[in-house]
C-alpha cells in the first residue's frame, strides 16, 4: 500500500511560481509511475503530467512549456514546478502512483494523495 502526501500549494499572483511535492511511503518508488492531476470546482479531473521511473515525461497540453515534473527515487518524492501560472491552472492538484506503465487516465492511477489547493488570482 502506497501513502501519498502533496505539500507546497497556495495562493500566487498569475504569473508566479509554486513547487508541489509528493512525499511516497509504503512501497518501492521507483517502481510505480508518478503522476499529478487536478480539479477546479465543478470540473472533472484531469492530467496534467506523468514521470515514469525509467523516462518518458509526458505533460497535458494546457501546461508544456510552463510546468516541469520531476522525481527523486532516492527520496521517494515527486515534484511539479509551476511557472508562469495562470487563474485557470486554480484547482486541487493531487498526486498519484501506479506500477510501471504511464497513463493519462486518472482511473488506472491505484494510489492518491488528498491533494493541495493551488489558487492563482489574476
Known amino acids: 500500500q502506497v501513502q501519498l502526501v502533496e505539500s507546497g500549494g497556495g495562493l500566487v499572483q498569475a504569473g508566479g511560481s509554486l513547487r508541489l511535492s509528493c512525499a511516497a511511503s509504503?512501497?518501492?518508488?521507483?517502481?510505480?509511475?508518478m503522476g499529478w492531476f487536478r480539479q477546479a470546482p465543478g470540473k472533472e479531473r484531469e492530467f496534467v503530467a506523468g514521470?515514469?521511473?525509467?523516462?518518458?515525461?509526458y505533460y497535458a497540453d494546457s501546461v508544456k512549456g510552463r510546468f516541469t515534473i520531476s522525481r527523486d527515487n532516492a527520496k521517494s518524492t515527486g515534484y511539479l514546478q509551476m511557472n508562469s501560472l495562470k487563474p485557470e491552472d486554480t484547482a486541487v492538484y493531487y498526486c498519484?502512483?501506479?506500477?510501471?506503465?504511464?497513463?493519462?487516465?486518472?482511473?488506472?492511477?491505484?494510489?492518491w494523495g488528498h491533494g493541495t489547493q493551488v489558487t492563482v488570482s489574476s
Open positions: 509504503g512501497g518501492t518508488f521507483r517502481n510505480y509511475v
Open positions: 498519484a502512483a501506479r506500477p510501471f506503465k504511464g497513463s493519462s487516465d486518472p482511473k488506472e492511477y491505484d494510489y
Open positions: 514521470v515514469p521511473s525509467g523516462g518518458g515525461i
